[in-house]
C-alpha cells in the first residue's frame, strides 16, 4: 500500500509569488490534513478535510492560505502571495477512520520564501 | 487551547544508553498522547501511543508512562541504537477529532 505522497519536496520562491502544494492521501482515507512546522517549532494544525469538506480550519493562518480537495482525493494547499513567514516544512497526514486517531504522515514539502 | 512543552531540544547518548523525553501538557481533557518519530528525509511515524485510563505502555524497547494528576508524559527508550537518532515528537489530543498539538520535538543522536 503506497503512503501519503506530497509533491514538490523542496520549492524555493520569492515573496510575493504563489507555490501550490500537493497531497496524496492513501487510497480510501477520508480525512486529510495539513501541517506547518516553522524551524525549530512544533508541527501546527493548519486543517482537516473529511472527503471534500473543510472539517476544521482553525489553524489556517489567514486567508492567503487556501485549501482545496476536490473530488475527495487529492488536496492542494496554495500561498498566494507568499510571505518571508510562510518559510516552513508543510505536512499532509490521512487517516481512515471518522475520528482520526491514528495519522499517516507524508514526508513533507520545504518551503522556502526569499 | 492545549500547549504541549517538550525537554529536552536535544538529547546525545552513547550507543547502549537509555533515553528519556518529557512533556507536560496543559489540557486536562486531553485524553489521547501519541509519540512520533522522524527520520531524515521523511515525515512524522506513529511509534507508540497512550490514552488517559492506562499509566504505562511499553513496546519492546520503548514506552511510555502517563502521570494524569500532573499532566505530564515520558517517552522511554532503552538499550539505544544508532538507528533511533531521529527526532521525536510528542503529543495531545483529545476525543472528537483527535487533531494533536505537538511538542517542538527532541533531537536524539544515538552514538555508535
Known sequence: ?114 | GENVEQHPSTLSVQEGDSAVIKCTYSDSASNYFPWYKQELGKGPQLIIDIRSNVGEKKDQRIAVTLNKTAKHFSLHITETQPEDSAVYFCAASKGGSYIPTFGRGTSLIVHP
Open chain 1, 1 to 114: 500500500e503506497a503512503g501519503v505522497t506530497q509533491f514538490p519536496s523542496h520549492s524555493v520562491i520569492e515573496k510575493g509569488q504563489t507555490v501550490t502544494l500537493r497531497c496524496d492521501p492513501i487510497s480510501g482515507h477520508d480525512n486529510l490534513y495539513w501541517y506547518r512546522r516553522v524551524m525549530g517549532k512544533e508541527i501546527k494544525f493548519l486543517l482537516h478535510f473529511v472527503k471534500e469538506s473543510k472539517q476544521d480550519e482553525s489553524g489556517m493562518p489567514n486567508n492567503r492560505f487556501l485549501a482545496e480537495r476536490t473530488g475527495g482525493t487529492y488536496s492542494t494547499l496554495k500561498v498566494q502571495p507568499a510571505e518571508l513567514e510562510d518559510s516552513g516544512v508543510y505536512f499532509c497526514a490521512s487517516s481512515p477512520t471518522r475520528q482520526g486517531v491514528t495519522q499517516y504522515f507524508g514526508p513533507g514539502t520545504r518551503l522556502t520564501v526569499l
